[in-house]
């Protein structure tokens, strides 16, 4: 019987069959050994914090993907993926800069686009304009 060795890009694999299948505990099991077996796998470490998130560790998965910074300084997804953790904590002032960040690396994500206007329509709200200042602000913008 021959013993089979698994390399990181295996476990990745396996981590993300689970992940896909709802199956996070052992998405994270192995999204573990991806990164034991290569420290510098950036995006096992993306892929762990958001596992951990899925699963409702919202404050151990930060670090993963400081993680993914110290090898590769603006990741985009790492970004958006911390402003979202930000987010859900309803820290409204933090997530934004990530958000923007991450559109100063990258195009491809349309998260970020989407965040910042749920934050600036919140932000906006909750400014607690009355009513009829609201509705002149709008009657100025369509001049």
Request: charged share 15%.
């Amino acid at each position: 019987m021959s013993t089979m060795h698994w390399g990181y890009l295996d476990a990745g694999n396996l981590a993300g069959i689970y992940y896909e299948q709802s199956q996070l505990d052992m998405a994270i099991l192995h999204y573990k050994q991806a990164i034991n077996c290569d420290s510098t796998f950036i995006e096992a470490y993306n892929n762990l914090g958001n596992a951990l998130k899925d699963a409702g560790h919202t404050l151990k998965d930060a670090g993963h993907y400081r993680s993914c910074f110290a090898l590769q300084p603006n990741h985009p997804q790492a970004l958006s993926s911390l402003g979202s953790i930000y987010m859900d904590c309803n820290m409204m002032s933090v997530p934004a800069s990530f958000y923007k960040a991450t559109l100063a690396v990258t195009t491809g994500i349309s998260a970020p686009f989407n965040n910042l206007a749920i934050i600036y329509k919140q932000q906006f709200t909750n400014l607690k304009y009355s009513k009829v200042e609201i509705d002149e602000v709008r009657f100025e913008w369509a001049e």
